[in-house]
């Protein structure tokens, strides 16, 4: 008897098993959103040695164990065909959207205000990512930070700005922790300097940003 069952699971491991393949999007982990008129990369997570074909509906370009997909239409559909089987996946392609920046004070009792730049986390793709880097123009000096704060620098060349002064960010790098993807934006907001919102009076309490009119 225990022959007949050694025998039995020597069978079954001698069965050839399905791999299971998987697309991980570096843009957000676990989503089907892509996006038109930028590179799209989907990880290839299984035996990727074993893939013989790869068919889309749209462009598309194999780097060993990425997909770089190009999106022509709405509807993107991928079949892996392996040795083993085949795996269909299927995405929805739209145009990238613009992040909004917003600003948000903190620690009004210390003398060195802190400004937190914030991205809205209306759109679904900017909550995963926190910003990195970004350069800004004030009055046509441009400045860089390294993170998601105003600089002692920024803030001191906003304070000695004068009335109708305008705020630009021109450019924003962000990261994605979880897939480690970084995204490059060129923005295009703006903000005008008005003192009158708070009276033109700053006091300790003053906030920057309660000077800096809505993006133009």
């Known amino acids: 008897?225990?022959?007949i069952i050694a025998t039995a699971f020597l069978m079954l491991s001698l069965?050839?098993?399905?791999?299971e393949y998987t697309l991980e999007n570096k843009w957000v982990k676990g989503s089907n959103q892509i996006y038109y008129g930028v590179n799209n990369y989907l990880i290839i997570k299984g035996e990727v040695d074993s893939i013989k074909k790869i068919e889309s509906n749209v462009g598309i370009q194999r780097q060993h164990d990425s997909l770089l997909v190009m999106p022509g239409q709405e509807k993107v559909l991928i079949t892996l065909y392996t040795t083993k089987g085949k795996s269909s996946f299927e995405y929805k392609a739209s145009s990238l959207p613009m992040p909004k920046i917003n600003f948000r004070c903190r620690d009004f009792n210390k003398t060195a205000?802190?400004?937190i730049i914030e991205t809205d986390t209306a759109n679904y793709?900017?909550?995963?990512y926190t910003?990195?880097?970004?350069t800004i123009n004030i009055d046509g000096r441009k400045l860089m930070g390294n993170s998601n704060y105003m600089t002692s620098a920024?803030?001191?060349a906003i304070n000695k700005s004068p009335d109708g002064g305008k705020i630009y960010f021109s450019e924003v790098l962000y990261w994605n922790k979880e897939t480690d993807n970084y995204l490059r934006i060129n923005m295009g907001q703006s903000w005008v300097i008005d003192r009158s919102l708070i009276n033109g009076i700053i006091t300790p309490s003053t906030c920057l940003v309660e000077y800096l009119k809505s993006p133009q």
Do not use: F, G, H, V
């Open 154 to 156: 920024i803030l001191d």
């Open 113 to 115: 205000k802190s400004i």
């Open 15 to 19: 069965i050839p098993r399905a791999q």
């Open 1 to 3: 008897m225990k022959t």
């Open 125 to 128: 793709l900017y909550p995963y």
């Open 131 to 134: 910003i990195l880097q970004y």
